[in-house]
C-alpha cells in the first residue's frame, strides 16, 4: 500500500497552518491510498507514549516522507530520523526565507528541497 506522511509544526509560533496542511493533503491524495499529515495529529486524542509510537509506526510504513518545514517543529525532527532509519525517502518543503535545520539538509535519505 502506498503511504505518505506529510510532517511538520502543529504548535509553533500560534501560526495557523491548517490551510497548507489541508492542501498538501489534496495534491497528496492521488499519488497514495493514505495520506496523514499534522491534521491527523491534532485530532489523536491518545497519551504522549501513543502519540509517539503511532508516529514512529506511521513513518516506518510510508513510502515517502513530506516535511513542511518552514517553521521549527522537534517532532518533525524524530520524524525524519525515523525516516532516514527506515530508508524512506524525504521530500522538504520551506517557504521562501525558511531557516532550515542543516541536519536536516544532511539527512541521507533527502531527496529533494523545495
Same mark, same amino acid.
Given at each position: 500500500m502506498q503511504q505518505i506522511v506529510i510532517t511538520g509544526a502543529v504548535t509553533s509560533g500560534g501560526a495557523d497552518r491548517t490551510g497548507l496542511?489541508?492542501?498538501?493533503?489534496?495534491?497528496?491524495?492521488?499519488?497514495?491510498? /493514505?495520506?496523514?499529515?499534522?491534521?491527523?495529529?491534532?485530532?489523536? /486524542?491518545?497519551t504522549n507514549e501513543e502519540r509517539y509510537q503511532r508516529a514512529v509506526r506511521l513513518v516506518e510504513s510510508a513510502?515517502?516522507?513530506v516535511a513542511e518545514s518552514s517553521l521549527p517543529s522537534t517532532g518533525q525532527g524524530i520524524?525524519?530520523?525515523?525516516?532516514?532509519?527506515?530508508?524512506?525517502?524525504?521530500?522538504?518543503?520551506?517557504?521562501? $526565507?525558511? /531557516?532550515?535545520? $542543516?541536519?536536516?539538509?544532511?539527512?541521507?535519505?533527502? /531527496?529533494?528541497?523545495?
Open positions: 496542511y489541508s492542501t498538501l493533503v489534496e495534491i497528496c491524495q492521488p499519488h497514495a491510498e /493514505k495520506v496523514y499529515s499534522p491534521l491527523d495529529v491534532i485530532k489523536f /486524542k491518545g513510502n515517502l516522507l520524524d525524519i530520523q525515523e525516516a532516514n532509519r527506515n530508508n524512506v525517502p524525504i521530500l522538504i518543503l520551506a517557504e521562501k $526565507g525558511s /531557516k532550515v535545520s $542543516g541536519l536536516t539538509l544532511g539527512s541521507p535519505m533527502l /531527496k529533494e528541497l523545495i
